[in-house]
């Protein structure tokens, strides 16, 4: 895999894209500035999904270009991309253990040499789930269900990460915690960070910056605050009241 983290800064770009899903269209014409944690949030069919999916080559635009680090990553796939996803559910295989689920960031086939199993150990230990790894899923909290998926984005060492509404199914408390630490983890390891979520609270206890998806469009990223603070159309509608 080509490096894709270094210095200078790591902006992810969205240049002229159009995406369609049958009768549904996505258009984004933006940039995201290098580790910048954002919150992707608007009405329910919107899109967001849509975005995530286009960002980690799970579908393919039909104009326009991705670019990571000024490197057009349009055609990659997903494997070769710069990005690490979790999804709102089904991030984790029942019949393996919570160390084989993780161990599959590195490795789909399982095999890892005795670095790689380090890794996977320490992932696990840094989402408090040390000592867990030989647990299945059914084994775990909600919480901690959603803490390994969390160590298997973390093993594969990306610097963008995608969140699709990953701690949906979580309640505030718990949630609450997940944000938290998805926050100190982007720090420490100065990722990019995407997450959609439809709780505008999410994204002012997370975000620096919001991208509102509406009717097909991804607005560029806006300083939270600011963009709560004078909501554009779409988000005042999205918001209510
Ligand atoms: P969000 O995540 O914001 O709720 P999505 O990105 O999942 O929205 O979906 C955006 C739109 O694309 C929706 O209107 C949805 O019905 C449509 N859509 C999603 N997947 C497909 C598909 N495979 N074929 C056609 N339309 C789709
Ligand atoms: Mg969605």
Redesign the pocket.
């Known amino acids: 895999m080509p490096c894709l983290t270094g210095e200078g800064g790591a902006l992810l770009e969205f240049d002229g894209i159009t995406l369609r899903?049958?009768?549904?269209t996505?258009h984004a014409d933006m940039r995201i500035a290098p580790e910048r944690r954002v919150a992707v949030i608007?009405?329910?069919?919107?899109?967001?999904?849509?975005?995530l999916?286009l960002v980690a080559g799970f579908l393919a635009p039909e104009a326009g270009r991705l670019l990571w680090q000024g490197v057009d990553i349009t055609q990659e796939p997903p494997g070769a991309r710069p990005v690490a996803m979790i999804f709102q559910e089904g991030n984790l295989f029942p019949h393996l253990s919570v160390y084989e689920n993780v161990a599959l960031g590195v490795n789909p086939a399982l095999k890892l040499g005795a670095g790689e199993k380090a890794r996977v150990m320490r992932a696990l230990e840094r989402v408090s789930l040390g000592g867990m790894e030989a647990r299945k899923p059914a084994q775990l909290s909600g919480g901690q269900q959603s803490r390994a998926a969390l160590a298997r984005a973390l093993v594969q060492d990306r610097p963008i990460l995608a969140l699709?509404e990953p701690f949906a199914a979580l309640g505030p408390a718990l949630k609450v915690e997940m944000l938290d630490l998805v926050r100190e983890i982007a720090d420490e390891r100065r990722a990019t960070v995407l997450m959609?979520s439809h709780d505008p609270q999410d994204a002012r206890r997370f975000a620096e910056e919001v991208i509102v998806?509406a009717e097909?469009h991804a607005a560029p990223p806006r300083e939270t605050a600011e963009i709560f603070a004078d909501p554009p159309e779409a988000l005042r509608d999205y918001l209510g009241g």
């Open positions: 899903l049958g009768d549904f996505l608007g009405p329910s069919g919107a899109g967001k999904s849509t975005l999916a699709d959609v998806v097909g």
